[in-house]
């Protein structure tokens, strides 16, 4: 079931981060770049506390190879080396580990709106896109809706913050994440 999470946590965050930019979020992105987010789950009043780290291993003109982690209560529960091709455009399922045969339709919930946050103690102008997640992940119905702030002013993927209520099968799950960017 921490193999199912994982893939739902991974899931939301790329597709929304995806959904949320113009071009692929990695063309810009450099070898040992890296983006940790702070993750506080709730899983059916369960609270978790967990991680998720995106570092760039490798890269070329037309590939990026990405390395993510997701911890959760210090224990590691996915990690997954990904090459994404750099001429098309980000498939954020790609990503996540899940089989070729999940599927996921995901779609824009209004227009995107911009807003000043604080990152990091620092104030920066960011987009905030909602987006809505169906899937079926290891044949388990998936729900989910995602609000994700963006900012062309980080790097990576440039999120800065999100906030997700989910529903996975019968387990219902929070959780808010924010980002600390590395290099």
């Known amino acids: 079931m921490k193999n199912l999470l994982a893939a739902a946590v991974v899931l939301s965050f790329f597709t929304a981060v995806a959904k949320a930019q113009d071009e692929n979020p990695f ?12 993750l506080d789950t ?23 190879t990405i390395r993510t982690t997701v911890n959760i209560n210090d224990q590691e529960v ?12 980000f ?3 790609s990503t996540t580990g899940l089989p070729a045969s999940a ?7 209004g227009e ?11 104030q920066i102008e960011s987009t905030l896109q909602t ?7 290891m044949g388990k119905p998936f729900d989910s809706e995602i609000k994700v702030w963006t900012s062309k002013d980080l790097p990576l993927a440039g999120l800065a913050k999100m906030d997700v209520r989910s529903k996975l099968a019968d387990m219902q799950i929070t959780y808010t994440g924010s980002g600390m960017v590395g290099r």
């Open 27 to 38: 063309k810009k992105a450099t070898v040992g770049e890296w983006a940790e987010y702070k």
């Open 103 to 109: 599927e996921a339709k995901v779609e824009k919930v």
């Open 131 to 137: 987006v809505k997640v169906t899937a079926t992940v």
């Open 78 to 89: 996915s990690a997954q080396d990904t090459t994404i091709d750099l001429s098309k455009p």
């Open 91 to 93: 498939d954020p399922t």
């Open 42 to 64: 709730t899983t059916n009043n369960i609270k978790l506390n967990g991680k998720m780290r995106i570092t760039v291993k490798a890269k070329t003109d037309t590939t990026a």
């Open 112 to 122: 995107p709106k911009t807003e000043k946050i604080t990152v990091g103690g620092k």
